[in-house]
């Protein structure tokens, strides 16, 4: 059986599930979009081409295995865009966690029903109903788990919130052991300079004590402040409103030095090798343009300390 084993963002890599970018079917309409991004360049005709994101991920997928991590890939589902794999589930410690994700995103599961017949049932928990999350939005962090969601009135007027409160309850109850945080994140159906579409998308551990953080992603002030102690203030690398729009604090962490990073993100990736880190700067901008980047498009699944 399968080992699973995620008590961090950022410890060595062994497996990851990486999605694909292949045959993600035509262009959506406007009325199809279900992030404000994507409508943008929809509706500007500049949408990502599968040839181009191909290529990103291909270059996604030699970075891993030039470290030696083993890297699962979804099964092609024709017509179906499976590049951000992250959201359909995710693991916390030893468990797998089956989320409710969007209904017509619900298909992607089909594609890697394989690799979840390696693991141990007993390992693999699933929300209720009522219970919504999206892997984006949940981050295990040694003991602690970071999680982004919206209050009823949010989740119910905004489709760019993918985690509830019952979601928020439902990892409390299951990781007993593990201490929630949860953040209400700004949210925007119309302008992506506006919304945290996940709370990868505002804030991302990195190293052993470090982390990239957009303030004006988070509702209450308090949780930023939270976050800033957390870490410590001179270990937070904060990025301004147009670095959060281009994706910059959802870079990925293969082991607590090495990073890989879109390589349009100049100011963020000099400050990381300053900082002492290695970064593996890849071209990941098509990609970008889905609200989506490099933590969205991987479901770590074994990491070792």
Not at 81 to 94: C, E, H, P, T
Not at 111 to 120: K, P, R, S, T, W
């Amino acid at each position: 059986m399968f080992k699973l084993k995620i008590q961090n963002e950022t410890d060595v890599l062994e497996a990851v599930l990486l999605g694909t970018a292949r045959s993600p079917g035509p262009v959506p309409s406007v009325k199809e979009a279900y992030d404000p991004k994507s409508r943008y360049y929809i509706e500007k005709g500049e949408y990502p081409k599968e040839d181009a994101m191909v290529i990103e991920m291909t270059a996604f997928d030699e970075v891993l295995k030039k470290y030696d991590v083993q890297v699962y890939r979804p099964e092609v589902l024709p017509d179906v865009n499976q590049i951000f794999s992250r959201d359909i589930y995710f693991v916390i410690g030893d468990k797998l966690v089956i989320p409710n994700i969007l209904k017509h995103r619900r298909r992607e599961t089909e594609a890697v029903q394989y690799l979840l017949q390696e693991i141990d049932p007993d390992q693999i928990i699933r929300m209720p109903e009522t219970a919504r999350a999206e892997g984006g939005d949940v981050m295990p962090w040694n003991g602690h788990v970071f999680v982004g969601y919206s209050k009823p009135e949010d989740f119910a007027k905004y489709e760019v919130s993918r985690t509830n409160e019952a979601g928020v309850d439902f990892i409390v109850n299951s990781f007993k052991d593990w201490e929630v945080h949860a953040f209400e994140l700004n949210k925007s159906d119309i302008d992506p300079r506006q919304n945290a579409l996940h709370l990868d998308c505002c804030f991302q551990p990195i190293g052993k004590d470090k982390a990239i953080l957009f303030p004006g992603g988070f509702k209450n002030l308090e949780d930023v402040e939270f976050l800033v102690h957390f870490f410590g203030k001179d270990n937070i690398i904060e990025i301004d409103r147009e670095e959060m729009y281009n994706m910059n604090s959802n870079v990925f962490s293969i082991s607590p030095n090495v990073i890989v990073s879109e390589n349009k993100f100049e100011r963020l990736n000099s400050v990381l090798r300053q900082k002492g880190f290695t970064v593996e700067s890849i071209s990941y901008g098509e990609i970008s343009k889905q609200e989506g980047l490099l933590r969205c498009s991987t479901m770590p699944l074994r990491r070792r300390s």
